[in-house]
Structure formats: structure tokens, C-alpha cells
């Protein structure tokens, strides 16, 4: 019996199990509440048709778990997916192996479900051809937890998705974002790790987001970034780890945001902020060993950068209160001419440096004054 024939004669609440082989199908159309497992490593094999998805999910309360799908597309007149959910809810997909297919998990109009411990491989190398690991689109209270997405266009998309979490996976080797969301709102991204992804992790047009506990780590390029914050509102971001990204994080429009209790080391810039920033408070944070701790670009600022710790500071702590008794300016000159020029970044380490950085903290010119910690820390903080 074929598994869509199983489907097909099943009744509501059944529990399906395939066995172990390799089972050639497509197009099979769940539209009851039933429970399909895998056992002995069963393969589903889409052939690779141009046409065809693998599973319909079209009924409420159905879980997919234990099975290896593979060979799904491409497709570039529809998006094919190896599971896809229409419109349905309190779904469960989880333990499952994809690779190979167009897009892996696709939810649309899909309410109180959960993607999780799934790994997910994807083989093509041009990111016009690939589709993403995990896409939702248009849902609410949606769980994305412990997966592993490799080699996709973007590991995990959402686009108008609220009320929903993503904890504890890894996204890395993505053709474009390990992460990339946009009008999605009331979110919680924790724990979860993003590395060398081309662009690293993109968060647009949304408010209400808190992002905690992640590491974005080795997403280097000439447009590449840890994180880039577009357009975001009243948001959390803290015990994040940034480690060799070309920006730890880019912030363009966004506002209300708390960053504290970040590591960012070893990267290109820690934190580099467009115009339409305001009203952001930056507290706590490590600062080490960046080429450039901050940038910012807009003469107009409100926003506060007070209790860090910066490895570049030089200053004295005179009384033992673990605070320097000078407040530290982040914004070195250097910072404002590759800003402007960046061809400048070819004198990078050059004594020359030195000499026009120091001779901008004696008398600040071009440097932004209003950019200050008043309080930096003498030694770096431990979270």
C-alpha cells in the first residue's frame, strides 16, 4: 500500500506508520487529524519533480515526525515544499530529516503550531534557485525550536508571523540569512546560534522583539553583519554574543531599544548606527578587540551609552570604584573617515592612526561630542 493510499483509507485520529525504504511519491494530501511516523528510517523521494510538494497538510491537529523527505524541485513559476500547511492549526512536525528540497517546512496561515528538532540540508548553490529551510508566512503562536538548517536561501523566514518564538537552533552556511523576518510582531528569538551565513540575521519593520541568548559568529562579506535591525520598535536585546562578523550589528530607523549585556568581540564594528535612531539606551555591554567598538552617523542623537566596558579605553581608576574617572569617547576620529571614506581602512593598525585618533581626544573636532559613556568600566563584565 502506498502512503497516500493509507492516507486515503485512514480514519480521523489514526496513526500511520511507514516502515523502513524508500518510497517514491508526491502531492499526498492529509485532510484529517492523523499522526504519521516514521520507523527505520523511511525515505520520502519527491523525484526531484518541477510540480509536485510531498505533503499537504489540510486538516487541524496533524503531526509528521521520523521520516527523511528529499528531492523536491525547483521550481521558479511556485514555491515547492517538502511539508506545507494550509490554513490549519495545532500541528506538530518534528524529528524529521529534509535535504534536498526547494523549501523544507512552508506554513501559511497556520496558527499554534510546532516545527521542531528537524535538520534540514539544502543542495543548491544559487540563491535564485533555493528556497528557505523554515517559512511562515501570516501566522500566529508558531514554535521553531532545536532545529538545524543548513545551505538554504534563508534558514528561517517569517513575514507577518506574531506571538511566536525561535529558541534553540542552529542556522549556518545559508545562502543569504540565517535568519529574516520583516511585520512581524510580539517575538521571542533565544539561544539559538547564526554562523557563517552570507548576510547574517536580518529583523525588519516589526516592534515588540526580544532577541536573548543567541551568537551570531563568522558572518563576514562587504554587506554582511551578525544582526541588522531595520525599522524596529521597542525591543530587548541582551546576552547576545557577536564574535567575528563584519558588523556585530547594523541599525538603521530603529528606535526604544535596550541592548545590554552583549559580548561583541573581534568583529569588524561592534555597533554601527544610520540616522532615525533615537531614545536607545546601549548599558553593560563588552566591547573587545573590534576594529571599530561604534559608529554612528546621524548628528542628531538621544540615545546612551553609559556602563560599558571598551578594551580600547585607556583610562584611570584613581578611587577603586571600578568605574574610569574620565568618560571615554567611542567614536574615534579614524571611525568618522572610513565612515565617510572607506577606502581609508587601508591605513588600518598604521601608526598615523594613532597620532590624528589622539590628537581628536584632546580637542574633539569632527567626532561626534554627544556620543559618551559617562560611567565606563575598568573591566570587562561576565555574564
Given at each position: 500500500?502506498?502512503?497516500?493510499?493509507?492516507?486515503?483509507?485512514?480514519?480521523?485520529?489514526?496513526?500511520?506508520?511507514?516502515?523502513?525504504?524508500?518510497?517514491?511519491?508526491?502531492?499526498?494530501?492529509?485532510?484529517?487529524?492523523?499522526?504519521?511516523?516514521?520507523?527505520?528510517?523511511?525515505?520520502?523521494?519527491?523525484?526531484?519533480?518541477?510540480?509536485?510538494?510531498?505533503?499537504?497538510?489540510?486538516?487541524?491537529?496533524?503531526?509528521?515526525?521520523?521520516?527523511?523527505?528529499?528531492?523536491?524541485?525547483?521550481?521558479?513559476?511556485?514555491?515547492?515544499?517538502?511539508?506545507?500547511?494550509?490554513?490549519?492549526?495545532?500541528?506538530?512536525?518534528?524529528?524529521?530529516?529534509?535535504?534536498?528540497?526547494?523549501?523544507?517546512?512552508?506554513?501559511?496561515?497556520?496558527?499554534?503550531?510546532?516545527?521542531s528538532r528537524n535538520t534540514i540540508t539544502g543542495t543548491e548553490s544559487n540563491v535564485l534557485s533555493a528556497g528557505n529551510g523554515i517559512h511562515a508566512w501570516n501566522c500566529?503562536?508558531?514554535?521553531?525550536?532545536?532545529?538545524?538548517?543548513?545551505?538554504?536561501?534563508?534558514?528561517?523566514?517569517?513575514?507577518?508571523?506574531?506571538?511566536?518564538?525561535?529558541t534553540n537552533n542552529v542556522c549556518k552556511d545559508n545562502l543569504r540569512y540565517g535568519l529574516h523576518f520583516m511585520f512581524s510582531n510580539d517575538d521571542e528569538y533565544s539561544?539559538?546560534?547564526?554562523?557563517?551565513?552570507?548576510?547574517?540575521?536580518?529583523?525588519?519593520?516589526?516592534?515588540?522583539?526580544?532577541?536573548?541568548?543567541?551568537?551570531?559568529?563568522?558572518?563576514?562579506?562587504?554587506?554582511?553583519?551578525?544582526?541588522?535591525?531595520?525599522?524596529?520598535?521597542?525591543?530587548?536585546?541582551?546576552?547576545?554574543?557577536?564574535?567575528?562578523?563584519?558588523?556585530?550589528?547594523?541599525?538603521?530607523?530603529?528606535?526604544?531599544?535596550?541592548?545590554?549585556?552583549?559580548?561583541?568581540?573581534?568583529?569588524?564594528?561592534?555597533?554601527?548606527?544610520?540616522?532615525?535612531?533615537?531614545?536607545?539606551?546601549?548599558?553593560?555591554?563588552?566591547?573587545?578587540?573590534?576594529?571599530?567598538?561604534?559608529?554612528?552617523?546621524?548628528?542628531?542623537?538621544?540615545?546612551?551609552?553609559?556602563?560599558?566596558?571598551?578594551?580600547?579605553?585607556?583610562?584611570?581608576?584613581?578611587?577603586?570604584?571600578?568605574?574610569?574617572?574620565?568618560?571615554?569617547?567611542?567614536?574615534?576620529?579614524?571611525?568618522?573617515?572610513?565612515?565617510k571614506t572607506p577606502e581609508a581602512t587601508i591605513l588600518l593598525r598604521s601608526i598615523f592612526l594613532d597620532i590624528i585618533n589622539l590628537s581628536e581626544k584632546v580637542t574633539?573636532?569632527?567626532?561626534?561630542?554627544?556620543?559618551?559613556?559617562?560611567?565606563?568600566?575598568?573591566?570587562?563584565?561576565?555574564?
Amino acid at each position: 500500500m502506498s502512503i497516500k493510499d493509507a492516507v486515503s483509507t485512514a480514519r480521523e485520529g489514526d496513526q500511520i506508520i511507514i516502515d523502513g525504504g524508500l518510497y517514491f511519491e508526491s502531492n499526498i494530501t492529509i485532510d484529517k487529524k492523523l499522526h504519521i511516523i516514521g520507523k527505520n528510517n523511511p525515505i520520502i523521494d519527491g523525484s526531484n519533480s518541477r510540480t509536485d510538494e510531498v505533503f499537504v497538510i489540510q486538516a487541524d491537529s496533524v503531526i509528521i515526525e521520523n521520516l527523511q523527505i528529499q528531492n523536491v524541485g525547483p521550481s521558479f513559476v511556485k514555491d515547492l515544499a517538502a511539508i506545507r500547511v494550509q490554513r490549519k492549526q495545532n500541528f506538530i512536525i518534528k524529528n524529521n530529516t529534509i535535504v534536498g528540497t526547494m523549501f523544507a517546512i512552508y506554513l501559511e496561515y497556520a496558527e499554534n503550531g510546532e516545527v521542531s528538532r528537524n535538520t534540514i540540508t539544502g543542495t543548491e548553490s544559487n540563491v535564485l534557485s533555493a528556497g528557505n529551510g523554515i517559512h511562515a508566512w501570516n501566522c500566529q503562536a508558531i514554535d521553531i525550536v532545536g532545529n538545524t538548517v543548513i545551505n538554504q536561501r534563508d534558514g528561517i523566514y517569517f513575514e507577518f508571523v506574531n506571538d511566536s518564538r525561535i529558541t534553540n537552533n542552529v542556522c549556518k552556511d545559508n545562502l543569504r540569512y540565517g535568519l529574516h523576518f520583516m511585520f512581524s510582531n510580539d517575538d521571542e528569538y533565544s539561544n539559538n546560534i547564526f554562523t557563517n551565513n552570507n548576510a547574517g540575521v536580518a529583523v525588519m519593520f516589526s516592534k515588540n522583539i526580544i532577541m536573548h541568548d543567541n551568537k551570531f559568529f563568522n558572518n563576514w562579506g562587504g554587506s554582511s553583519y551578525g544582526l541588522l535591525l531595520k525599522e524596529i520598535y521597542d525591543a530587548e536585546i541582551y546576552d547576545n554574543y557577536f564574535n567575528k562578523n563584519s558588523i556585530g550589528i547594523r541599525v538603521e530607523g530603529s528606535s526604544r531599544i535596550n541592548y545590554s549585556n552583549n559580548d561583541f568581540i573581534n568583529n569588524g564594528w561592534g555597533i554601527k548606527i544610520a540616522g532615525g535612531c533615537y531614545d536607545n539606551n546601549i548599558t553593560s555591554n563588552n566591547f573587545i578587540s573590534n576594529a571599530f567598538d561604534l559608529s554612528i552617523e546621524s548628528t542628531i542623537n538621544s540615545n546612551t551609552f553609559d556602563g560599558n566596558y571598551w578594551s580600547r579605553n585607556n583610562g584611570y581608576d584613581l578611587n577603586g570604584d571600578g568605574i574610569a574617572d574620565e568618560p571615554y569617547r567611542p567614536v574615534e576620529l579614524y571611525n568618522y573617515i572610513v565612515t565617510k571614506t572607506p577606502e581609508a581602512t587601508i591605513l588600518l593598525r598604521s601608526i598615523f592612526l594613532d597620532i590624528i585618533n589622539l590628537s581628536e581626544k584632546v580637542t574633539p573636532i569632527f567626532t561626534p561630542h554627544n556620543v559618551i559613556d559617562n560611567t565606563p568600566l575598568m573591566n570587562r563584565l561576565y555574564f
